[in-house]
């Protein structure tokens, strides 16, 4: 008997797959029962059906690691709950390494499980053969063994959150094809379906594969694109052990596990194909896609050299099913930008049976508690540019996510497609320097500089790579003479209104009431005191202030400062980033060699710290700022882009007398973090409050304009709970950090590194780090107590922890 539509409901989920039904159940579980899913073709129809079912723990970040580690705990339980077996198998699992850089990254990835209490543990090539006695063991140099690792059945676990979300009160509904969401002033309505409309307060778009299109009817940027996707099952083999563990191979682009008495073996792509441009078929459903050898042939060859039996045994089933993968191999999940009430989660790159339980669960506690549970800001909507959302982008971007997920995860690795779509008025002039581009957010910016006569590429590794000389004679210059970078693709959002300096007390934890020409750095905290954002804002006029932010959240933080102009208020927004090319000047050398091309007092007493002017370099007006991310003396220099090549060329000329070396991105990375200086996203984040970074400093709660959050902040601080953000450096000088090591304090895991570089100052890898208190002890100062180290590719390392920066901690030189 067919159900009937209602007419309202308190949640609509759009999508009958793992994540819909997740999402429904975790819901309805915690008593929002008003919850109505609705699927256009019946449960797991879509791409859930046909997913290989691997339940891999260790994922790339700490919230898909802890979504997986939440869906093996509730695959265990959930059977008991609804009756529903979900077909999971704790088998473990095995990934091993054919060389030595994909060895180091298993010993990384063992390293990292620590952090979550999963046990994972190397494993001999002897002990891997004799696990999985089909593997042929030439050229395995070993590998990492996750007991709690396995595998479960793809339908049975959907329809065990579906059966679960119905005991608890939520409707499903099957059949029922989602038109339209309707939106009015910015606020999701409902949704017109083929059988009616229901108003709903929250919609929840997980549409899968679906979810680009329908977001797009309400300009919802869903970065994802359907790729195609092969695994093989082979007939059944004799004595085939029911107990082998998952086996991947990541050199060899495939994964086999036991299915039954045969096996599944699938391939992550050595070249992948966009599928559907023109759009998915209405009729699809439980459908599978041509299989075309050639697309597969090269790691298929692998496979069987790999497992000789699948040499001598038939296949049953070639399979070529579409999945989802995203532009920059980040899920999709939160609410939309420009949508109160309409939440997104899509784009999981082939891993919705591992992480749908738990992914499913946090967006269930986004919409019902009003904000991210966790540190879920690599998955924001708002972290996606417009251009990044649309069909032309994401066809030629997302197959290289495919690509790339079973290839080394190299630290700084970049993408190859899609380059080239945002260029500073710098970026031909720094080119014939030598530069390599790194992008981000779409840009095109230096990471480091090649001497002449070398052809700037870079050859990957877990250790030194080949720029790490440049690099640190880059980071040489910078401390000892002068360096000078492209700041231009840094945010530059103007604010302003007869109502702007409000307006920005409000937002800003800093004294905005500042004088016109004067600079200052500042935080913007949510209700609960965490770190929304921390931005740079500078006066220029009565009514008309610059907020700058990094590259990463430009966008992010526009919509933040959108969002809070109340009804009423004089302030208007402008995103005028691309108006002005900057390059920031730095070093102790930095003042002579400005000096030499204005005429202006540069003097501590006449330029002071957080202050700006306006003047002339050779003949173009230009405005400096005063401040530092590299720890030195320093200016960030605007000009417009007409002008931008003259001033380059200017400072050039001039630098020759000074020692000036163009840097990258890595150089100033390296500075940075001697320094101490934070980046929002690595080394903090909405989650985390001002005293546990060290940033009380920029805090003003007793401003006459209360900031948001303050109360919040002042109970926070008073708690002094951390865990707290510290500098670390490694004792010995030949290991590299890069980020997410654990730290250990007395030989147990306390917290981990956020970020990391090697430190020309300092002679070692150096990096900001969580650390989390000991039991029973208090305060921030009890951290300096205890034998530090950080585990290394297997190795404990000696470290060295500091409560205060390595590099200058009273800022004598960046101030003098």
Not at 30 to 51: C, I, M, N
Not at 297 to 305: K, P, S, Y
Not at 330 to 341: N, Q, S, V, Y
Not at 719 to 741: R, T, V, Y
Request: aromatic share 8%.
């Amino acid at each position: 008997m067919a159900k009937t539509l209602p007419s309202h409901a308190q949640v609509v989920i759009i999508g009958g797959g793992i994540h819909g039904c997740s999402t429904a159940y975790h819901l309805a579980r915690e008593g929002w029962k008003d919850v109505v899913l609705l699927e256009r073709k019946q449960l797991t129809s879509g791409t859930t059906w046909h997913a290989a079912g691997l339940v891999g723990q260790l994922q790339g970040s700490h919230s898909t690691t802890a979504f997986a580690k939440y869906g093996v705990e509730l695959l265990q339980d959930i059977e008991a709950e609804t009756g529903q077996n979900p077909g999971f198998r704790q088998s473990g699992s095995i990934s091993i390494a054919l060389n030595a850089e994909r060895h180091a990254e298993l010993k990384r990835k063992a390293d990292f499980a620590s952090l979550f209490g999963v046990e994972a543990h190397l494993m001999s090539t002897e002990e891997i053969s004799e696990r999985w006695p089909l593997m042929n063991p030439e050229g395995v140099l070993g590998g990492i063994h996750m007991p709690s690792d396995g595998s479960a059945n793809p339908i049975d676990l959907t329809m065990a959150l579906a059966k679960g979300a119905r005991m608890h009160g939520a409707t499903i509904l099957e059949n029922i094809k989602v038109e339209e969401v309707h939106v009015e002033n910015g606020k999701v309505q409902g949704v017109r379906t083929d059988q009616g409309t229901i108003t709903a307060d929250y919609v929840v778009n997980c549409g899968g594969m679906w979810a680009r299109e329908l977001g797009q009817q309400n300009s919802v940027g869903v970065p994802l694109h359907a790729c195609e996707h092969y695994y093989l099952v082979t007939e059944a083999i004799k004595d085939l052990p029911s107990d082998l563990p998952v086996l991947r191979s990541y050199c060899d682009g495939t994964y086999w596990k036991e299915d039954a008495g045969k096996l599944l073996f699938g391939f992550a792509h050595f070249h992948a194909k966009a599928w559907a441009k023109d759009g998915i078929p209405q009729s699809f459903e439980f459908d599978s896609l041509p299989f075309v050898e050639e697309d597969v042939m090269e790691v298929l060859e692998l496979a069987m050299e790999r497992v000789p039996v699948l040499q001598e045994t038939g296949i049953r089933t070639f399979f070529n099913g579409p999945e989802s993968y995203s532009y920059d191999g980040r899920f999709t999940l939160g609410e939309a930008p420009d949508i109160k009430g309409y939440f997104v989660l899509a784009g999981v790159n082939s891993t919705g049976i591992q992480s749908g339980p738990g992914a499913g669960k946090a967006l269930a506690e986004w919409i019902m508690k009003g904000h991210a549970p966790i540190d879920l800001s690599e998955m924001d909507p708002k972290r996606c540019e417009e251009f990044q959302a649309r069909d032309i982008y994401l066809r030629e971007r997302c197959p290289e996510t495919l690509v790339l997920t079973y290839a080394m995860h190299w630290p700084n690795r970049q993408r190859e497609t899609a380059r080239n779509l945002r260029r500073t008025p710098f970026h031909h002039a720094l080119k014939a320097e030598g530069a390599f581009f790194t992008e981000t957010q779409g840009w095109e910016r230096p990471g480091w500089f090649a001497p002449k006569g070398v052809t700037p590429e870079i050859t990957y590794s877990f250790g030194r790579q080949n720029w790490f000389d440049y690099a640190q004679g880059e980071q040489k210059a910078a401390r000892e003479s002068a360096a000078m970078i492209d700041y231009s693709m840094l945010g530059k959002l103007m604010v302003e209104g007869t109502d702007a300096e409000a307006f920005l007390q409000r937002i800003c934890t800093n004294d905005m009431s500042m004088k016109t020409g004067r600079v200052a750095y500042t935080l913007m905290l949510n209700e609960r005191g965490g770190i929304e954002s921390d931005v740079t804002v500078a006066r220029h006029a009565e009514d008309s202030f610059m907020v700058m932010s990094s590259i990463s959240h430009t966008r992010r933080d526009y919509i933040h400062l959108r969002d809070q102009i109340q009804a009423g208020e004089d302030v208007r927004l402008r995103d005028v980033t691309t108006s002005f090319g900057v390059l920031g000047l730095m070093g102790p050398k930095s003042r002579a060699l400005l000096a030499s091309v204005c005429d202006i007092d540069l003097s501590n007493e006449a330029f002071r710290f957080n202050s700006f002017q306006t003047f002339y370099i050779g003949h173009a007006k230009v405005t400096a700022q005063r401040l530092s991310y590299s720890g030195e003396l320093g200016w960030e220099i605007f000009v417009t882009p007409d002008l931008a090549e003259h001033v380059f060329d200017t400072l050039m000329d001039a630098g020759k007398d000074h020692g000036l070396r163009l840097i990258g991105g890595e150089a100033l990375n390296a500075l940075r973090i001697e320094k101490g200086f934070v980046h929002w996203g690595h080394d903090m984040a909405y989650t985390e409050a001002p005293h546990q970074i060290g940033l009380d400093f920029a805090c003003k709660p007793n401003k006459a304009i209360p900031f948001i959050g303050r109360d919040a902040y002042l109970a926070r601080k008073a708690q002094a709970e951390g865990p707290f953000l510290c500098s670390i450096k490694l004792c010995d000088p030949e290991p590299m950090l890069h980020h997410n090591e654990p730290v250990l304090r007395d030989g147990k895991v306390a917290g981990y590194v956020t970020s990391a570089a090697y430190g020309h100052t300092v002679g070692a890898a150096v990096g900001l780090c969580f650390v989390s208190l000991s039991e029973g002890a208090t305060g921030r100062g009890s951290l300096s107590q205890g034998r530090y180290s950080v585990m290394v590719e297997g190795k404990e390392i000696v470290a060295e922890l500091s409560l205060a920066p390595f590099h200058d901690p009273t800022s004598e030189r960046m101030l003098g």
